[in-house]
């Protein structure tokens, strides 16, 4: 097996556990392309990117173009002469000049098991869809999103009591798996590309604020995989007085219990370490929440410190 020179571009936790298996393959790992910092949270504060962080503590070469179409940036690429370049998470289109640069082209770690949840959210839509398995994909890199051939590819089944945070870190752990035996295979010439079956192709767009409120008219299954699908990041919300509270965990719906004749969002029951919620189906325990400003915590901590009774109800929009 011949050793590469590696290009990688990616930028959160996803990407870390790949950049950890190459940087210790016989591999050449070259240079690492994070985007711009930016800055995030209340108080605005610039946080470099995770795989930045990796960067600085390993001494790999590191460049943070503002634009990846920029002359420069592609001219010091040409110059680098990497032999595959490798994205994963990065959240950027390869334009055309970087796409044909490298000698074995450019690759994508993607997770979801493609044609399925092409786009940018594919692990946090799959939890919300009650998907039965997502997956692990390294493809040929094209203009279009996501839909290069396939060099290899794995399904991960979703547990009933997945989030996309616990889905996320086995997909990130068994994609950098698959990464490196797909690097391993293109310097060996072992590997052979299929095309995706594009007329079954599916896509996760970006969450939406929409997307974290809570309807409490949907089916109480619908409710329960939407809180895991959010949670650890952003959070499914519902409101009470007008206050807007994160739901981060409920207890998976039972088919044998009865769908009471009242209106969807009202609380049931009030327990010692949860409560209960009316929705479309069957009614919902909820078992950790957080109001806002305010640490998460159990449902009966809740209901003891803001007085939540029986017959309230959640829903509606938060009081400007």
Same mark, same amino acid.
């Given at each position: 097996m011949?050793e590469?020179?590696?290009?990688?571009? &990616? @930028?959160p $936790? +996803?990407a #870390?556990p790949?950049l950890e #298996?190459?940087?210790?393959?016989?591999h050449?790992?070259?240079?690492l392309?994070?985007p711009?910092?930016?800055p995030?949270?209340?108080g605005r504060?610039?946080?470099?990117?995770?795989?930045?962080?990796?960067?600085l503590?390993?001494?790999?070469s590191?460049?943070?173009?503002?634009?990846?179409?920029?002359?420069? +940036?592609?001219? =010091?690429?040409?110059?680098?002469?990497p032999?595959?370049?490798? @994205?994963?998470?990065? &959240?950027?289109?390869?334009?055309?000049?970087?796409l044909?640069?490298?000698?074995? &082209?450019?690759?994508n770690l993607?997770?979801?098991?493609?044609?399925?949840?092409?786009g940018?959210?594919?692990?946090?839509?799959?939890v919300?869809?009650?998907?039965?398995?997502?997956?692990?994909?390294?493809?040929?890199m094209?203009? $279009?999103l996501?839909?290069?051939d396939?060099?290899m590819?794995?399904?991960?089944d979703i547990?009933?009591?997945d989030?996309? &945070? @616990?889905l996320?870190?086995r997909?990130?752990?068994?994609?950098?798996?698959? #990464?490196?035996r797909?690097?391993?295979?293109?310097?060996?010439?072992?590997?052979?590309? +299929?095309p995706?079956?594009h $007329?079954?192709a599916?896509?996760?767009?970006?969450?939406?604020?929409?997307?974290?409120?809570?309807?409490?008219s949907?089916?109480?299954? $619908?409710i329960?995989n939407r809180?895991?699908?959010l949670?650890?990041w952003?959070?499914?919300?519902?409101?009470?007085?007008g206050?807007?509270?994160?739901?981060?965990?409920?207890?998976?719906p039972k088919?044998?219990?009865l769908?009471?004749d009242?209106a969807p969002g009202?609380?049931?029951?009030?327990?010692?370490?949860?409560?209960?919620?009316? @929705?479309g189906?069957?009614?919902?325990?909820i078992?950790?929440l957080q109001?806002s400003?305010?640490k998460?915590?159990?449902a009966?901590?809740?209901?003891? =410190?803001?007085?939540?009774?029986?017959?309230?109800?959640?829903? =509606?929009?938060?009081?400007n």
């Amino acid at each position: 097996m011949k050793e590469l020179k590696l290009v990688f571009m &990616g @930028t959160p $936790e +996803f990407a #870390l556990p790949s950049l950890e #298996l190459l940087y210790l393959s016989p591999h050449n790992l070259a240079l690492l392309v994070v985007p711009p910092d930016k800055p995030s949270g209340r108080g605005r504060k610039v946080r470099f990117a995770p795989t930045k962080n990796w960067a600085l503590e390993k001494n790999i070469s590191l460049v943070q173009p503002q634009k990846i179409s920029d002359q420069d +940036f592609l001219s =010091g690429m040409e110059n680098e002469a990497p032999d595959l370049i490798i @994205t994963a998470a990065y &959240g950027k289109i390869l334009p055309p000049p970087l796409l044909k640069l490298p000698r074995l &082209g450019c690759i994508n770690l993607h997770a979801s098991y493609l044609p399925f949840y092409r786009g940018s959210a594919p692990i946090h839509r799959a939890v919300i869809d009650g998907a039965d398995y997502s997956g692990v994909s390294v493809i040929k890199m094209v203009s $279009e999103l996501d839909a290069g051939d396939i060099l290899m590819q794995e399904k991960e089944d979703i547990l009933p009591f997945d989030t996309a &945070g @616990t889905l996320h870190d086995r997909l990130a752990g068994r994609g950098a798996s698959l #990464l490196l035996r797909t690097v391993n295979a293109l310097a060996s010439g072992a590997v052979k590309a +299929f095309p995706q079956d594009h $007329e079954r192709a599916s896509y996760a767009p970006p969450l939406t604020p929409e997307d974290e409120q809570l309807d409490w008219s949907q089916g109480a299954e $619908e409710i329960y995989n939407r809180i895991r699908g959010l949670n650890p990041w952003p959070g499914a919300y519902t409101c009470l007085n007008g206050k807007r509270i994160k739901v981060w965990q409920a207890a998976r719906p039972k088919d044998d219990e009865l769908n009471p004749d009242i209106a969807p969002g009202t609380i049931l029951t009030v327990g010692e370490n949860s409560l209960t919620v009316a @929705t479309g189906s069957v009614p919902l325990t909820i078992l950790n929440l957080q109001p806002s400003g305010k640490k998460a915590m159990d449902a009966g901590s809740f209901c003891c =410190g803001y007085r939540v009774e029986a017959g309230q109800v959640l829903a =509606g929009e938060p009081e400007n």
